[in-house]
């Protein structure tokens, strides 16, 4: 069981490029988000998708990217790296209430590390 | 609009001690609560949940959690700490209708021999 795959687990950047992070997962889940993970501030949500073709932003929105073209794919991108985005990166998915079971119970990879110089 | 507040940025005790973290949460609907556990250069895994049927929620590795919704609190305890305790913790709300889910800014156990 693959579960939540996340690549790369580390990428090093300059300022004003641009990269995708790239999430898959195969459990069939309608819900997928983007979390930054930061010293001292949890987990904060960077945006969401409720199935393919849907996607909304969370708290941290600004400066990333997202789309949902299928239901196992949800790549997030930078257009233009910042040092503020120097994060740990982490994507989750969930069932949708639609299967029956409790919305909300994450599933997540095992993050990506980004350096923005 | 959903928030978690976690008091303690770091909390310490002795082995064989009781645990016990604390976690606030503010929801305008009845919520579902979650507790994970992030252990070094991992992702989080799901300790446990409550989503509205016993108030009193039993998790994996001999942790609970007690939904006290006049307090608005679910804190998580575990009688006996061990070392192997030793992580960053995350409270997190979301609701009913909704897949937003909101993390607190974590805790980190320490675990002392």
């Known amino acids: 069981n693959a579960g939540v795959t996340q690549t790369p687990k580390f990428q090093v950047l300059k300022t004003g490029q641009s990269m995708t992070l790239q999430c898959a997962q195969d459990?069939?889940?309608?819900?997928m988000s983007w979390y930054r993970q930061d010293p001292g501030m949890g987990l904060r949500l960077i945006h969401y998708?409720?199935?393919?073709?849907?996607?909304d932003q969370g708290e941290v929105p600004n400066g990333y990217n997202v789309s949902r073209s299928t239901t196992e794919d949800f790549p997030l991108r930078l257009l233009s790296a910042a040092p503020s985005q120097t994060s740990v990166y982490f994507c989750?998915?969930?069932?949708?209430?639609?299967?029956?079971?409790?919305?909300?119970?994450?599933?997540f990879g095992e993050g990506s590390r980004l350096t923005v110089l | 609009a959903q928030s978690v507040t976690q008091l303690g940025s770091h909390v310490s005790v002795s082995e064989g001690a009781l645990v016990l973290l604390r976690c606030n949460y503010s929801?305008?609907?009845?919520?579902?609560l979650f507790w994970y556990v992030q252990y070094p250069n991992q992702g989080l895994q799901l300790l446990l949940k409550?989503?509205?049927?016993?108030?009193l929620v039993k998790g994996i590795n001999g942790f609970e959690a007690e939904f006290k919704k006049s307090e608005t609190s679910f804190h998580l305890t575990k009688p006996s700490a061990h070392m192997s305790d030793a992580a960053e913790y995350f409270c997190?709300?979301?609701?009913?209708?909704?897949?937003?889910?909101?993390f607190g800014a974590g805790t980190r156990l320490f675990v002392k021999a």
């Open positions: 989750a998915s969930s069932y949708g209430l639609a299967g029956g079971r409790v919305a909300g119970e994450l599933f």
């Open positions: 459990m069939n889940h309608e819900y």
């Open positions: 998708s409720v199935g393919a073709g849907i996607t």
């Open positions: 929801s305008s609907v009845p919520p579902y």
């Open positions: 409550y989503t509205s049927a016993a108030t």
């Open positions: 997190a709300v979301t609701h009913t209708g909704g897949f937003k889910t909101i």
